[in-house]
């Protein structure tokens, strides 16, 4: 049986959450893990180590905001992708979260084939691709950047306005706190 458990202090498996978070995402999409721990003491951040009964199989990070829900990562054990994990936690985390919209990033559609096989997944999941831009900051060669992403939500967005609303959180409470201490961390 699934079970999503927030970690809160001591992350048991560390090791093991630290190698499904790299093997998961491209290094241009990856924060310094141990900088993503840092934020458990965050109150808007939840970090939940996802488990096969008690094995641990992948992880999600949510960030809890006054209009939405951002889900930051969520990635299962490589080794156990296509067995159906992924859509269970999915609807763990709509149950737990159905009072708001909830918010992801996704790599472009055209970029690869990876993506879109990720895009059509969320599709089927019921995430509506939005139609804007979105340039989400990241760290490339040691240096600020940015990367070409898309955002996909669990209900329509229905302005321009709360589109932009929504890239502005991200930036002021998830993004540029990290850029602003780039100097303390070094990818791991």
């Known amino acids: 049986m699934i079970k999503l458990i927030e970690m809160k202090n001591n992350l048991k498996n560390k090791n093991v959450y630290h190698q499904i978070f790299n093997e998961a995402f491209p290094i241009e999409e990856r924060w310094n893990f141990e900088m993503i721990l840092e934020n458990k003491s965050n109150s808007r951040y939840k970090f939940y180590s996802i488990l096969d009964d008690d094995k641990p199989i992948g992880l999600t990070m949510i960030w809890i905001f ?4 951002f889900g930051e990562y969520l990635a299962i ?3 156990l992708r296509g067995k159906n994990y992924g859509s269970q ?6 149950d737990m979260h159905d009072d708001k919209l909830i918010v992801i990033e996704v790599e472009p559609y055209d970029l ?3 993506a879109k096989r990720r895009i059509n997944w969320y599709k089927r999941c019921g995430f509506i691709l ?3 831009d979105y340039d989400m900051p990241c760290i490339k060669d040691g240096k600020r950047d940015t990367m070409k992403m898309q ?8 302005t321009k306005e709360e589109y ?5 959180t991200l930036y002021d409470k998830v993004y540029n ?3 602003d201490n780039i100097n303390n961390w070094k990818e791991i």
């Open 151 to 158: 955002i996909m939500t669990n209900k329509e967005i229905q």
């Open 177 to 179: 706190p990290r850029l």
């Open 130 to 132: 939005s139609d804007y």
């Open 164 to 168: 932009n609303n929504i890239i502005t």
């Open 66 to 69: 006054e209009k939405f829900y």
């Open 77 to 79: 054990d490589k080794n």
């Open 112 to 114: 690869n084939d990876i």
């Open 89 to 94: 936690v999915l609807n763990k985390i709509f």
